[in-house]
T-cell receptor
């Protein structure tokens, strides 16, 4: 069964709206979570690393004021796309580190469409 | 810095033929290596991973990959392609630390010809 729950799976909203995406680790705690973005027919690009109880670490070129990340608990990280515009339309995926030598667990992704 | 290079953004093979998807990595330290598959409008599914031990790794759906340190390669193979294998395949690398980020290659779209 799924070990990472991502919600919502699909969002359509008007330009200028802020959208919040949730990523939850199920049955385990995650001090670190990762947020990726995938444009159509492209690869996954890491946006930021979410750290429980501290500020997120953003990759170069990612606007931290545009993509707000909050990791307020050991099982929940949220990504808020503020004042979204059509160019923010993309597939957003979160992941959590695995246990032992297990690789990261990925959420099912959120498809964001801004009209 | 770590990176992966996937040779060929599109690969076409006939049904029943050998599948070979190429991946070369760059890493200053021994890495963890992964292959993921993504079907249209879906999330990622892990096919297989190399962490330690045997360099020939078997994964799901009949896929396997071999870690070759001397060639810095981690090519993905399957002896006989099925129509259901048509998808996007991503090679990925991370440091040998489960808390570290994963870096993805650009992906290879596999087309299966009837």
């Amino acid at each position: 069964g799924a070990v990472v729950s991502q919600h919502p799976s699909w969002v359509i909203c008007k330009s200028g709206t802020s959208v919040k995406i949730e990523c939850r680790s199920l049955d385990f705690q995650a001090t670190t979570m990762f947020w990726y973005r995938q444009f159509p027919k492209q690869s996954l690009m890491l946006m930021a690393t979410s750290n429980e109880g501290s500020k997120a670490t953003y990759e170069q070129g990612v606007e931290k004021d545009k993509f707000l990340i909050n990791h307020a608990s050991l099982t929940l990280s949220t990504l808020t796309v503020t004042s979204a515009h059509p160019e923010d339309s993309s597939f957003y995926i979160c992941s959590c580190p695995g246990q032992g030598d297990q690789p990261q667990h990925f959420g099912d992704g959120t498809r964001l469409s801004i009209l | 810095a770590q990176s992966v290079t996937q040779l060929g953004s599109h690969v076409s093979v006939s049904e029943g033929a050998l599948v070979l998807l190429r991946c070369n990595y760059s890493s200053s330290v021994p890495p963890y290596l992964f292959w993921y598959v993504q079907y249209p409008n879906q999330g990622l599914q892990l096919l297989l991973k190399y962490t330690t031990g045997a360099t020939l790794v078997k994964g799901i759906n009949g896929f396997e990959a071999e870690f070759k340190k001397s060639e810095t390669s981690f090519h993905l193979t399957k002896p006989s392609a099925h129509m259901s294998d048509a998808a996007e395949y991503f090679c990925a690398v991370s440091k040998r630390n489960r808390d570290d980020k994963i870096i993805f290659g650009k992906g290879t779209r596999l087309h299966i010809l009837p």
